[in-house]
């Protein structure tokens, strides 16, 4: 089974992608909405999160905005929220990888917006990076609600530059020429990882 690690800078369309690898029968693990649950009232997360940042209770759930205000810009606030979520994010990513494997597919991805700076890309066969132009990015970014240049511009401080992930990608997945292209990019690589499934399977009966 190939792992396919999916990841790329903030405003470049991970989501939309993901969302065709679906829709073409790939599973995908969506790290973001893993910790999103992790952090649900009665999740793994919420409960230490709570004593840490007591303050970010808000009508029984974490307050993701108060939350987002303690750990940006303070190193040791984001180090000890990480030290919550990642060991529970890895124990969930193994588990998906171990289902999907049993079940017989041949491919499935990980979703990941970290995956380079988090070392997490040692995990995948093939890596898959999103990439528009930047004029296009900040667009996408800065029509978010709560979004402003100086919080764009400390999360692009935590991430690797785009032009650095394209080097290390094994795919590079357009999102800047509408989605049709986008749409045809992620089939190219689908049935690349198939074809490449089935001449290994081949050669394996062979010998």
Same mark, same amino acid.
């Given at each position: ?13 991970? =989501? ?171 089939? =190219? ?17 062979? =010998?």
């Amino acid at each position: 089974m190939d792992i396919l690690g999916l990841t790329g800078s903030i405003g470049m369309g991970k =989501s939309t992608a993901a969302g065709m690898f679906r829709y073409l029968g790939v599973p995908v693990y969506d790290a973001d909405a893993n910790a999103h649950d992790l952090m649900a009232p009665g999740g793994a997360a919420f409960s230490d999160i709570a004593i840490l940042f007591p303050d970010v209770i808000v009508d029984g759930k974490i307050d993701r905005q108060i939350l987002g205000g303690h750990v940006f810009g303070n190193a040791d606030a984001l180090a000890q929220l990480e030290g919550i979520l990642h060991p529970l994010i890895r124990a969930k990513r193994d588990a998906f990888i171990r289902n999907c494997r049993r079940a017989g597919y041949a491919v499935v991805v990980l979703d990941v917006p970290l995956l380079f700076e988090t070392g997490g890309d040692k995990q995948c066969y093939y890596v898959a990076v999103v990439s528009a132009p930047g004029f296009i990015q900040r667009q996408r970014v800065l029509r978010r609600g709560g979004m402003s240049e100086r919080k764009f511009a400390g999360i692009l401080q935590k991430q690797l530059p785009d032009p650095q992930k394209r080097r290390r990608a094994d795919f590079i997945i357009p999102t800047g020429l509408g989605r049709a292209v986008t749409f045809r990019s992620i089939q =190219s690589i689908i049935g690349h990882l198939n074809n490449r499934n089935k001449r290994t399977k081949n050669a394996r009966n062979r =010998s």
